[in-house]
């Protein structure tokens, strides 16, 4: 007696695949400097700014990758967006360092951000979730630096690898919102791959 099981086809389980992917919504957040005064003030609203300006601006650059990575199906936010942040030296790894959290990119552009990295850095629950985007000049492979933040860019290069060289103008580099996307896109299937590791399929 022959019994006959109904199996999938290629196409269906790429289908299926695609799906889940789909399916998987990553916890992101974007740390790096904040508003200018002129917008803290209420002076000046960030589409108003000149499009320069507006192009080397780390914050708007911040929102535009939020954006971008909502459009692709994320939670994504800004910790400035949100209310009930006291003690943010605290709090903020408090929030990263929750299982429901995937990723933080941080652009430490300042010194405010600069912090925030060496801070996050040294905490080992917060550290594998953490993807830096460096101007490409600041960047140990492109630039001259020989200071401490490059030594911690070296050290992060060594241990995770996690670090991105950006240019928002020239094109021979990347354009952070192509790096961010990108790397979600894999992020999303590695956590499938951890996931499914033990499920039978």
Known sequence: MTISI????????IK????DIDSYVPNIVICGESQCPEFKEGRLRC???????????RYDLRKRIKSALIEQGCLAGLFEEFEGIEYASMDEKLILRNKHLDLVFIIPTSIGPISELSSFWEDKIIRPKIRVLVPVEYHPFYGE???????????LMSDYGHLYPFNVRDGTHPDPLTIASTLVEVYKRRKLLEL???VRQ
Do not use: F, H, W
């Open 6 to 13: 109904a199996r999938e086809s290629i196409p269906e389980l």
């Open 47 to 57: 589409e108003n700014c000149p499009g320069d300006a507006r192009l080397e601006c």
């Open 16 to 19: 299926k695949s695609q799906l």
């Open 196 to 198: 499914t590791e033990n």
């Open 145 to 155: 630096g020989e200071g401490y933040m490059d030594s911690v860019y070296k050290e």
